[in-house]
């Protein structure tokens, strides 16, 4: 079974960045069969895609966060990372990680990481 | 951006009820290139249908998508305890790939 699990820091001060790790097992990155895509949720509010990476390092932003994301993919290790720049609390938000479906729908989803910026 | 308008807003139902899900696009989707979602509290959003009809394995078959073009249908029959739950449309016809806003299916 595929699973995936976000990590790290919960509280993300104003002007600073974002960073956060999805760990994939049960699957290989490297295999080149899908994307791998990063998906926030605001409170109380819906979905919003961010951005995908493929195992090349190939990536393709939502020109909404273009300016301030950064995505990279580790093979080895089976993981893909965000890092999101000059954050505001309008960048609060649960991240989820995901099997991208090569830019159509999304099959398998993190539980999602809370990040407060604060 | 494709926005999609999920209504209604608040759907109130009994267990064994039948529920009609809409989600509206701006403009007409290519291909039926739609999915759904079911959210449940705390959880991550889980793929129930892509392709606008397809169900996901493992999903029942008490679910079913239809439509094309700009107006897609979720259907549920006989709604069981689980299915209580809030469901995002997404399309995927361009990009940026943009979801509704959901609609929560709350016991009656």
């Known amino acids: 079974q595929v699973q995936l699990q976000e990590s790290g820091p919960r509280l993300v001060q104003p002007s600073q960045t974002l960073s956060l790790t999805c760990t994939v097992s049960g699957d290989s990155i490297s295999s080149g069969n899908y994307y791998w895509s990063w998906v926030r949720q605001h409170p109380e509010k819906g979905l919003e895609w961010i951005g995908y990476?493929?195992?090349?390092?190939?990536?393709w932003y939502n020109p909404s966060l273009e300016s301030r994301l950064t995505m990279s993919v580790d093979t080895s290790r089976n993981q893909f990372s965000l890092s999101l720049r000059s954050v505001t609390a309008a960048d609060t938000a649960v991240y989820y990680c995901?099997?991208?479906?090569?830019?159509?729908?999304?099959?398998?989803w993190g539980q999602g990481s809370p990040v407060i910026v604060s | 951006d494709i926005v999609l308008t999920q209504s209604p807003g608040t759907l109130s139902l009994s267990p064994g009820e039948g529920a009609t899900l809409s989600c509206r696009a701006s403009?007409?989707?290519?291909?039926?290139?739609l999915a759904w979602y079911q959210q449940k509290p705390g959880q991550a959003p889980r793929l129930l249908i892509f392709g606008a009809s397809t169900r996901a394995t493992g999903i029942p078959d008490r679910f079913s998508g239809s439509g094309s073009g700009t107006d897609f249908t979720l259907t549920i029959n006989r709604l069981e305890p689980e299915d209580f739950a809030v469901y995002y449309c997404q399309q995927y016809d361009s990009s940026p790939r943009t979801f509704g806003q959901g609609t929560k299916v709350e016991i009656k």
């Open positions: 995901t099997r991208d479906m090569r830019s159509r729908w999304f099959d398998f």
């Open positions: 403009q007409s989707l290519t291909g039926s290139y």
């Open positions: 990476i493929y195992h090349t390092g190939s990536t």
